[in-house]
């Protein structure tokens, strides 16, 4: 298929991994952090790591949506559902997330919540359509890929006067979480050498809003597109800026990613959606100016303030090293869960779910299933 | 029903897009159906402008996020075969 099988041809790959190899200095190592889960997937998928030298290593990075949100939303989500009795639609990757005590949106449902499964805010507001004495409400999350979707259909809801749909706002932006990885770069966090930059997360937001990686951390990134021969050729990038002393943003992905991003989504969120004063992100903790509610003037479909609930402070399964994981101090195999008590059908963490997640993409592909 | 493949399945990463041609616009409802091999697809157009049939969009979550260059894939695609070939050499 066009766009896609060109970028993975095995003999490109394999010139490409001759170059790294002969770029890469033997003498150093090249700690490369591939912010997004959707490169994680690529990563493993494709087997890339094993086509590079020892001295190039991808450390995964938060850039999963599922694996962030903090399992305190998930109980409000739940708690929100449960008590007031309404229909609550969902992207698939969340139903599996482990809430607070053991339960998740999927046993919730298998309890008589009505809790559906959507592919796109399309099909929730046609839910809302469909049943005008319910009250419908969308669980959104993701980073600035799946933002713009959300604030169309909240633009559709009011132009149709859909009085029974609301959002569960949880989107979260990308450079908030990237900076606060690389600020705790160092005893705390991980040493990073370079960043594989999100490739859809810049087709909305554009390149510019990542310039403050080279300003502010001296470090060098480069927007990546999701294919193999994309992470390949961004990786090479990265090595050569790395052994030039550079750091800059560089694109890649260029088919894809323009400096300025895509100005209608740009203005679409703008219109629906305002900053959050802080949000907390599992693995990061509480972030400032890291996430978006719905502004004042959609405050009628903000399903937070429609529909009121309390819960007790979450809980964790005990030995889930997810927030490790997250920000690239341990890898998925460290986790004593790992493969044991965690797999993708009775995940205990969030990044045992999302075939993004760094646990599942190890899991599935099998590289470590043997050691398990 | 909503077509199951591979590629426009929920297995996928939530935040990837696939690459799709337009086959047909409906500007009345701002919607277009899309190509992926052999499976179309109604997606809305609502995050982009002046989409033509026979162009190649990112499809994420029933949303066209942006259009592909063919110009800019020719140039990446060459770009790559130049360091391999430079690595041979
Ligand atoms: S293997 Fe499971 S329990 Fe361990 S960190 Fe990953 S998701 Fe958490």
């Known amino acids: 298929m066009k766009f896609i099988d060109e970028f993975r041809d095995r003999d490109l790959a394999r010139g490409l991994a001759t170059a790294i190899a002969q770029e890469a200095a033997r003498d150093r190592s090249y700690r490369l952090m591939e912010f997004c889960g959707g490169h994680t997937h690529a990563i493993f998928r494709y087997g890339v790591q094993d086509l590079m030298p020892a001295q190039v290593r991808f450390v995964h990075g938060p850039g999963c949506p599922v694996c962030v949100l903090p399992t305190a939303r998930l109980d409000l989500a739940i708690a929100m559902t449960e008590r007031h009795g309404l229909t609550l639609c969902t992207y698939a990757d969340l139903m599996r997330v482990p809430a607070s005590n053991r339960h998740s949106l999927l046993k919730a449902k298998a309890a008589g919540a009505d809790i559906r499964m959507v592919y796109s805010t399309q099909d929730a507001l046609a839910i809302a359509r469909a049943n005008p004495g319910r009250q419908v409400v969308f669980f959104a999350i993701g980073f600035e890929t799946t933002t713009p979707p959300t604030a169309v259909a909240l633009k559709q809801a009011r132009a149709e006067g859909l009085g029974n749909f609301s959002v569960f706002c949880n989107h979260v932006l990308t450079p908030p979480a990237m900076r606060a990885i690389l600020e705790t770069a160092g005893p705390e966090g991980i040493a990073i050498d370079g960043i594989l930059g999100p490739s859809h997360v810049s087709t909305v937001i554009g390149s510019a809003p990542y310039d403050f990686v080279p300003r502010d951390f001296g470090k060098p990134l480069v927007i990546a597109g999701f294919e193999p021969l994309d992470v390949m050729q961004a990786t090479l990038m990265l090595i050569r800026q790395i052994n030039a002393g550079r750091a800059e943003v560089e694109n890649q992905y260029s088919r894809a990613v323009t400096p300025e991003g895509n100005r209608k989504a740009q203005a679409l969120m703008a219109e629906v959606l305002t900053l959050r004063d802080t949000f907390e992100w599992r693995g990061l903790g509480f972030l400032p100016d890291s996430a978006q509610r719905l502004n004042e003037a959609f405050a009628d479909f903000d399903a937070e303030q429609r529909f009121r609930v309390a819960v007790p402070p979450s809980c964790e399964v005990k030995g889930c090293e997810c927030p490790a994981v997250l920000r690239g101090i341990k890898e998925p195999a460290d986790c004593r869960l790992f493969g044991t008590v965690c797999t993708p059908d009775n995940p205990m963490g969030s990044c045992m779910v999302s075939s993004e997640g760094a646990c599942a993409a190890y899991w599935s592909y099998g590289r470590f299933r043997d050691a398990a | ?89």
Do not use: Q, W
């Open chain 2, 1 to 89: 029903m909503r077509p199951r493949t591979a590629l426009f399945d929920r297995d996928l990463p939530m935040c990837l897009a696939v690459p799709a041609r337009v086959i047909a616009l409906d500007p009345a409802t701002d919607m277009a159906t899309v190509a992926l091999g052999a499976v179309t697809k109604e997606i809305s157009l609502a995050l982009v402008e002046n989409t033509e049939v026979g162009d190649y969009v990112l499809v994420h979550v029933g949303y066209a996020l942006g259009r592909i260059s063919p110009e800019e894939a020719e140039r990446t695609l060459a770009l790559i075969a130049a360091a391999g070939d430079l690595a041979a050499a």
